[in-house]
Structures are given as structure tokens and as C-alpha cells.
């Protein structure tokens, strides 16, 4: 990454919108195994959208799907997230948009309320850090987290509905 976070050093780690493989069978059977919905966005749009880490645009039709982030990151690693494997709700773009490979943290996943989940490389959950608008901001509080050696993957999520925005992995 060529970015630096808002503390001002080169970040430890990327933030990772849903991969393209993944995308690509979630787009068929989601990890519920059920056909995505197709959803209408109404009025001005705005859903955070997992594939490429932007937001609807008015009146678009998105999917949502059920999704498995710790599972899905099990199948790249020797991680078995076990009791803390936990499905839920995405909006993702019908068709293959792209994706997002920017730097840094991108605009359609900030928000006022924010929660960071921090994983060991096994699986299981070291902690979180509640981002209730101000300080720290999401690139200072992931700094903070992978500041523990022990932290191989943060997940950013909404607070009012826990709902995931996007992983993040160690550099």
C-alpha cells in the first residue's frame, strides 16, 4: 500500500472488499445456500455495497445475500472460526462491478458508528474497539488493534445493526 493512515505511518494492513471468487458463487447460492434477493434501492440509494465497497446509487437493483466473512476467510488460511463463525445480511451489486482496490479506507464504509472485531490467525476473537464517531477514527483504531502481533484480520461493521462492511488483513 502507498497510503499512510491518519497517524501518518504506512498501514499494516488492507482492507479487502469481498473477493471476486467468492462474489462469483454468492451471486448464484449465498452461504445460506439460497438464491440472493434482488432489492430496488429506493429513493436516494446508499447501501454499503460489500463488492466494491461503495454505496447503491437511487433506484438501483442490488443483491442481498447472506454471508459468512470468518468462514469464508477460513477457506484461505488454517483458521477455524468455530463458535464465533457468524452469518448475516450484504448488499452487493448484481453483476460483477470491479471491485474495489483502492488504499486506505474507503469513503462508503465510514460512518458515525463503527465497531472493529479483531481475530488471531486461529480463528478466534481477541477483542473490538467501539468508534462512536470522533477519536479514533477507523484507521486509528485499526492501527491500535494490529498493534497486538497476535491480530491477523479486523472486520469493520455497522453498530445499530452489526452488520459487515469489510475485512481487513495484515500486511
Excluded at 3 to 32: C, F, H, M, W
Excluded at 151 to 169: D, K, M, N, P, Y
Amino acid at each position: 500500500m502507498n497510503n499512510t493512515s491518519d497517524t501518518g505511518r504506512t498501514p499494516r494492513y488492507q482492507v479487502r472488499p469481498i473477493a471476486p471468487e467468492a462474489l462469483k458463487r454468492l451471486r448464484t447460492i449465498d452461504d445460506a445456500d439460497r438464491p440472493p434477493r434482488m432489492v430496488v434501492e429506493d429513493g436516494d440509494g446508499g447501501s454499503p455495497l460489500r463488492c466494491c465497497l461503495g454505496r447503491s446509487a437511487p433506484h438501483e437493483t442490488i443483491a442481498l445475500l447472506t454471508y459468512a466473512p470468518l468462514l469464508r476467510w477460513a477457506l484461505d488460511s488454517d483458521a477455524d472460526p468455530g463458535p464465533y463463525n457468524e452469518t448475516g445480511p450484504v448488499f452487493v451489486h448484481r453483476e460483477d462491478c470491479g471491485g474495489w482496490a483502492g488504499d486506505g479506507v474507503p469513503d462508503g464504509i465510514r460512518g458515525e458508528r463503527r465497531v472493529l472485531r479483531a481475530y488471531a490467525a486461529d480463528g478466534s476473537i481477541l477483542g473490538g474497539l467501539l468508534l462512536d464517531g470522533g477519536t479514533p477514527t477507523i484507521e486509528e483504531g485499526l492501527e491500535q488493534l494490529y498493534g497486538d502481533p497476535r491480530v491477523a484480520v479486523v472486520h469493520i461493521r455497522a453498530v445499530e445493526f452489526g452488520c459487515f462492511l469489510a475485512e481487513t488483513r495484515r500486511l
